[in-house]
């Protein structure tokens, strides 16, 4: 022999290159030749010197099966071409859009041009679609038909009756490929259920390589879920002349337990329970129900197409604790004091997002949210506002984002209406009862109402840059005090009150016309300075920097008398100890008059100060 190729061919395993048994029988008109076990490599490296059919030395040729053959029967009748073979542990490469994989256990028949196996695997294999999937499927299991039909220049290949469990999933379907010299077709129908994308990437169980290159990385971006069930239909010209946008697909799926981003930075969706479509190059999905941070989102709609952003739409549902969760994993929202605040009721919405895949830094969000809250507390503050509605927008391009709306709610009989707008200011408004201020001091409406009486309007600003402040004023108009002079007024007399409080140094400073005046500041060490001036004091500029509470009185006349006349409903009834009960601030009290009056007689000057520490019934 001329070459000894024949002799170690290429890809051979443990079994023997060369059948050790061989049977031939001849009858007029046919012939036919049988052999023991021998390796498929030997075949396909023998193929152009055997006397082979053409419908087999092509698939050798093609394909370079590995393997062993079994059995094998060759041979004619009456001129047409018959070969039956046996295989264990096949493997075979991918061919055109043909898959490629192994090993597997198959039966072949071909006669003249045409061919069939059906294989089995025996255990774990692989079937591997390399224009498509990106990686081979891992399969612990797989059975079908393939058969095949050369026509001259043309091959046709058609996969049937195909089963396979990958990597837990259950798969069917078919193919089917014709290819020519210049150009081709190929088709994939297959259904599967119970795919698993939450422990295994999506781009696993996806044709990611049938997608264009933003939708492909799209789906790469902590998307998953579970598929119960799924399918894909798939079309596409295969030859010079053909292109990706020649492709024709639909892929459906219906998703539970899922999981995919709402833009970046942002909590992403989990539990969704929807279907998804691709179908002609758009990307579309219906989104039943899903959460994030338990806010709950239903009727959700998903669409994609080539050079288009990426459009997310929904409603929205959530109770007030979920939706602090949420706001609080925000973007520029972790330092809500989420434990200081409880709400009670439920905020309806809707959420719209448009975000261009080649450039997410130009995504445009819309939330919009409807709340109807019962009540709204917040720790640090003896304040709970009652029946809180109206509307709110969150407004995001790029990274710029503001929050929009008004709010009306109810505090004491009172009401508030709040106004947010774009450069972070918040613009109150509102009307309030006397005994309801007297209330944040522990007072008694009731007895409070019999010092100071009436309702007023007033107004005010949040502002919500790097240092957020709150200002609020009022005339006080509609307010009567029964207080002795100089606090005694009239419900039409004018009385400018104004607050500042700023949140970061801790600092609040509130004025009552020429009356009264009062500064607050929280100390490094978290103690509490305060400094509260009446009459002609109040002039006092300076910020407190000690512990503890300051009271300096100057005024024209005391008459203690009435004072006590005044007092006395509040302190027979203990609301002033009730107020003041468990408190060991130190409190240091000046008081100066020019005139100490009794039964209309000045007995002159009056000057007393003291100072009471430690803890006071």
């Known amino acids: 022999a001329e070459t000894v190729e024949w002799a170690q061919p290429e890809g051979v395993g443990d079994g023997p290159a060369l059948p050790h048994h061989w049977y031939l029988s001849h009858q007029p008109g046919q012939w036919e030749l049988r052999t023991s076990a021998f390796e498929l490599a030997s075949l396909a490296a023998w193929r152009e010197y055997a006397l082979l059919p053409e419908s087999l030395t092509r698939v050798l040729q093609t394909l370079s099966p590995r393997g062993q053959v079994q059995g094998l029967s060759l041979g004619q009748r009456e001129g047409r071409w018959g070969v039956d073979a046996a ?64 026509d001259g220049p043309n091959t046709m290949i058609s996969g049937r009756d195909l089963n396979v469990d990958w990597d837990g999933a259950q798969v069917s379907g078919g193919f089917g490929l014709i290819a020519g010299q210049q150009s081709g077709q190929f088709g994939l129908d297959i259904a599967f259920a119970d795919v698993d994308a939450i422990s295994r990437p999506l781009s696993q169980w996806l044709p990611m390589k049938a997608f264009e290159p933003k939708l492909r990385e799209w789906l790469e971006n902590d998307i998953g879920g579970l598929v119960p ?60 129900h899903a959460q994030s941070h338990g806010v709950e989102v239903s009727q959700g709609t998903i669409r994609m197409e080539k050079e288009q952003p990426l459009q997310l739409s929904g409603s929205l549902q959530s109770d007030g604790a979920s939706l602090l969760n949420f706001v609080q994993a925000m973007p520029d929202m972790d330092t809500l004091p989420r434990s200081d605040i409880t709400v009670d009721g439920i905020i309806e919405g809707d959420i719209a997002l448009v975000l261009p895949l080649d450039n997410e830094e130009a995504l445009q969000l819309e939330i919009n949210a409807r709340p109807a809250l019962s009540a709204v507390r917040y720790a ?72 100071m009486s009436g309702r007023t309007q007033w107004q005010g600003e949040v502002s919500l840059a790097a240092r957020p402040v709150l200002t609020l004023e009022s005339r006080l108009l509609g307010i009567t005090s029964a207080l002795p002079e100089p606090f005694a007024k009239t419900s039409d007399q004018p009385w400018p009150w104004q607050l500042r409080a700023e949140f970061e140094s801790g600092r609040v400073s509130t004025q009552l016309a020429d009356k009264a005046a009062a500064r607050f500041q929280t100390l490094n060490s978290g103690a509490l300075a305060a400094e509260v001036v009446l009459g002609n004091a109040v002039q006092r500029p300076n910020w407190p920097s000690q512990p503890g509470w300051r009271l300096e009185a100057g005024l024209d006349t005391l008459d203690p008398m009435a004072w006590h006349a005044v007092l006395s409903p509040i302190l027979s009834g203990g609301a002033l100890a009730s107020a003041s009960s468990g408190e060991s601030t130190p409190l240091e009290v000046l008081l100066r008059a020019g005139c100490l009056r009794f039964r209309d007689k000045c007995f002159g000057a009056f000057n007393a100060s003291g100072t009471l520490t430690g803890q006071r019934a």
């Open 380 to 451: 640090s503050l003896p304040i709970t506002l009652r029946d809180l509605d109206g509307g709110l927008s969150w407004q995001q391009v790029g990274e710029a984002h503001a929050l929009l709306g008004e709010l009306s709610s109810q505090w004491q009989g009172g009401d508030i209406r709040a106004e947010l707008m774009a450069d972070q200011r918040v613009a109150l408004q509102g009307s309030v009862e006397s005994s309801a201020l007297w209330s944040l001091a522990g007072l008694p409406a009731e007895q409070a109402r019999q010092m």
């Open 87 to 150: 295989l264990t542990n096949v493997a075979v490469l991918p061919w055109q859009q043909a898959p490629g994989g192994g090993p597997l256990d198959a039966w072949v028949q071909a006669r003249d041009l045409r061919g069939r196996v059906t294989f089995n695997s025996a255990g774990d294999s692989t079937l591997y679609f390399p224009e498509l999937f990106d990686v081979p499927m891992q399969l612990s299991h797989a059975e079908g038909v393939v058969e095949w039909v050369y």
């Open 229 to 288: 069930q799924g399918s894909l239909k798939l079309s596409q010209p295969l030859g010079p002349a053909a292109s990706s946008d020649q492709l024709s697909a639909t892929l459906a799926l219906e998703v539970t337990q899922g999981h995919l981003p709402i833009a970046p930075e942002w909590p992403r969706l989990e539990d969704v329970e929807g279907r998804l479509l691709w179908q002609g190059g758009v990307l579309q999905a219906q989104v039943e």
